[in-house]
T-cell receptor, first 117, second 113 residues
Framework: GAVVSQHPSRVICKSGTSVKIECRSL??????MFWYRQFPKQSLMLMAT?????????EQGVEKDKFLINHASLTLSTLTVTSAHPEDSSFYIC?????????????FGNGTRLTVT | GESVGLHLPTLSVQEGDNSIINCAYS??????FIWYKQESGKGPQFIID?????DKRQGQRVTVLLNKTVKHLSLQIAATQPGDSAVYFC????????????FGTGTKLQVIP
């Protein structure tokens, strides 16, 4: 149980275009989802916290107009990278917290490798 | 493009030996700790967790030790196998509300067959 699906796993886009990444909790309801960014050989850096039905909370230094987050249901959060540039190329990972369990470990998707050309 | 990454600390272990991966955490208020394993090109996978009211917890082939005095966490893997090769991250968070988890820098474990 506790599966998080992330789609797409890889995407290549041209500079100036927008890319949407989906994160779904398949067998549980996720009141809160998190979006991370990971550069090669580095740790995961939290970008934003996504709460169902409310605005996302962004970490310091993360542009909210650049990285649009929508958490429209208890099983789906989306991250849209708008007007992508080569420096946005990275590995983006989502995670979800079960709404029915206190202090349970986060469940992670398998990440999306974004390459902006 | 992506920034040049730092080189992760690497631990090389002979197959069958025990591995010990260490982590120093930063927030003395953290009371829930998790170890994750990340294979290349994949998301982190939960291994084991421990709450601050414990100093040791055992799973299958893995043991986590917590020393709150020096803010240190370790992961011990018994009889290390080639499939254990991955990057291991410790993570910390505080109770209450949603989990805003902070990840450590990570250690790359290389198992030598």
């Amino acid at each position: 149980g506790a599966v998080v699906s992330q789609h797409p796993s890889r995407v290549i886009c041209k500079s100036g275009t927008s890319v949407k990444i989906e994160c779904r909790s398949l067998d549980f309801q996720a009141t809160t989802m998190f979006w991370y960014r990971q550069f090669p050989k580095q740790s995961l850096m939290l970008m934003a916290t996504s709460n169902e039905g409310s605005k996302a909370t962004y970490e310091q230094g993360v542009e909210k107009d650049k990285f649009l987050i929508n958490h429209a249901s208890l099983t789906l959060s989306t991250l849209t990278v708008t007007s992508a540039h080569p420096e946005d190329s990275s590995f983006y990972i989502c995670s979800a917290e079960r709404g029915d369990t206190y202090n349970s470990p986060l469940h992670f998707g398998n990440g999306t490798r974004l390459t902006v050309t | 493009g992506e920034s040049v990454g730092l080189h992760l600390p690497t631990l090389s272990v002979q197959e069958g030996d025990n591995s010990i991966i260490n982590c120093a955490y930063s927030n003395s208020a953290s009371d829930y700790f998790i170890w994750y394993k990340q294979e290349s090109g994949k998301g982190p996978q939960f291994i084991i967790d421990i709450r601050s009211n414990m100093d040791k917890r055992q799973g299958q082939r893995v043991t986590v030790l917590l020393n709150k005095t020096v803010k240190h966490l370790s992961l011990q893997i018994a009889a290390t196998q080639p499939g254990d090769s991955a990057v291991y991250f410790c993570a910390e968070t505080t109770s209450g509300g949603y989990q805003k988890v902070t990840f450590g820098t990570g250690t790359k474990l290389q198992v030598i067959p």
